[in-house]
């Protein structure tokens, strides 16, 4: 049986990092072993490959209609290569790299987002669409050229909605990784945490994440009633909508309450501020743990400003 070719795929604008974090990856001992490492790069950036290794071939693809099942099936049949690694910008989306009928023997074992993080805000409010489609397939997403004022709540946050199963790095300026946590922008040791508007998607990515540190806790929180068909009287979702590229394109929050006095006489649609204690379950069929909301008090609300959660 013919051993499978490991294909590591790179995206991101011009100047985000990716020619960098290749050349580094091409010193580490997987690579230097490899009889032949390819290299594909659909772009001419600012950062030129230099002093590759001779087990190293480098193609540059100059137009779109050039990187195809062709292309691809000629440099399996010409190098043979035992590692490849695919530099892809925006010519190609990653969806459209996806969807190329590649060699039987090339297997795509990773998609690293490459993110420069001082630019991440000025891009998703510009280009939003262009800029999600990034990293909405990434197995990691890297943000480059970090500092001391990087919100990576936010960033984790922005990313976490639209591809919940990525990992996430923060690399500095200097290239060495930033591990250090971001400070809550909520009191998560009050006696009830209270959940403010513009924190929402922050704190829904946070509980999901860390469910450790708020079980048992009580939480405030504020969002949409609904009880879809079929649930029990003593239960109903509260949820919000999170914009990711446009109003055709939300994704659907919502959190699970238990009312076991069933007291509380809300209709459908109406906002709703909610008093709870957490608890986290193991749903049916699913790996992590989720949290579920114990109420201990509901009452109608004013709707925000801004219904939408945003992440930037």
Known sequence: MEEATPVFMFTGFVESGKTTMIQRWLTQDFFKEQEKVVIIACEDGFTEYENLADNVVLYMVENKEDFNAEFLAEIEKKDAPTAVLLENN??????????????ENWDLVQISAMIDASKF????????SIMTEQFKYATVVVFNRCDENTKKLQLRAAVKVVNPEASLMFIRNDGTADEELDELPFDINAPVIKIEDMDFGLWFIDIFENCARYNNKTVQFKGTFTRPAGYPENSFLVYRYAM?????????LKLLCIDESKKYKIK?????????????????????????FYVKNVEKAQAPDTEYVYFN
């Open 268 to 292: 459908e649609n109406e906002w709703v501020t909610v008093t709870a204690d957490v608890r986290f379950c193991m749903p049916a069929g699913m790996n992590e743990p989720s949290p579920v």
């Open 244 to 252: 990711q590229c446009c109003a055709d394109d939300l994704e659907y």
């Open 90 to 103: 925006c010519m190609v989306s990653a969806e459209e790299v996806l969807d190329i009928e590649w060699p």
């Open 121 to 128: 805000d000025q891009q998703m409010k510009n280009m939003r």
